[in-house]
């Protein structure tokens, strides 16, 4: 009996060994994901924001109401600034976002770099729409590439798709004198847009990644998340980062 008591009692201190031996390396890789992880939860923004990118910037449209530029500009969490925003114009043949002066005009004021984008609706005509665009938007030096936002079908072929964004694309880069940028997300992208815009730079939605979207092709804008919190903003806001340097950046902008 005594010598099944001694069993019982080494089998037990192996396994105390066992689970501190499991705890402290478990313990190891949580504290190493925290501190080295390849993101980092800002609480005045409310999000995640990725490691390595020089440059922040959001997107708006009419959906955040009167946004106060001046706060937007003022703000900074730890070195985080906003250093532009894309402009929701225009949509469709006819339609023109009622913030778009005011956001363009105020953004402006504070000398933060502004881009406008078209959101396309696949059906209707490229050059038309190209046309609504182009009415709306003046664009000057030191001002972002104009933009199409394609990311529905609204049930049309893929043919057709690529045909009319093609169309905008070729109106717009002539009138401006600048090749186009082309918003998507990327299941959009890998179905209907892959290897036909390869010559366009890409802005990419793709959120809760860490690093980098996954996605092959190389990209200039990557909107990582639709959940930020900015001052002077009362709704949640696209947040982006662009893939370069500040010499990048500026010698992206309208000459």
Known sequence: MAR???????????????????????????VNYFTQSSDVFYPDFQIAIPRGYQIHGIDVSKYQNVINWKEVKA????????GFAFIKATEGVGNVDNQFRRNWLKAGEQNI????????????????????????????????????????????SP??????????????????????VIYTNIDFYSKYLQDSFD???????????????RIDHKWMFWQHS????????????????FSGDSTDFKNLLIQ
Do not use: C
């Open 4 to 30: 099944k008591k001694k069993r019982s009692s080494s089998k037990y201190f192996f396994k105390i060994i066992f689970w501190l031996a499991f705890a402290s390396v478990t313990a190891y890789y949580v």
């Open 75 to 82: 703000m900074d969490a730890d070195g985080i600034k906003i």
């Open 113 to 156: 770099y502004k881009g406008a984008y078209h959101f396309f609706i696949a059906g209707k005509s490229g050059r038309r729409q190209a046309a609504n665009f182009i009415e709306i938007v003046d664009l000057k030096n030191g001002d972002l590439p104009p933009v199409i936002d394609i990311e529905k079908t609204f049930g049309v």
């Open 159 to 180: 043919a057709e798709i690529k045909k009319e964004v093609t169309e905008w694309l070729t109106v717009v880069q002539k009138y401006y004198g600048v090749r186009p």
């Open 199 to 213: 010559d366009y730079p890409i802005w990419i939605a793709h959120y809760l990644q860490p690093v980098k979207p």
């Open 226 to 241: 639709e959940s930020g919190r900015v001052n002077g903003i009362k709704a949640p806001v696209d947040f982006n980062v």
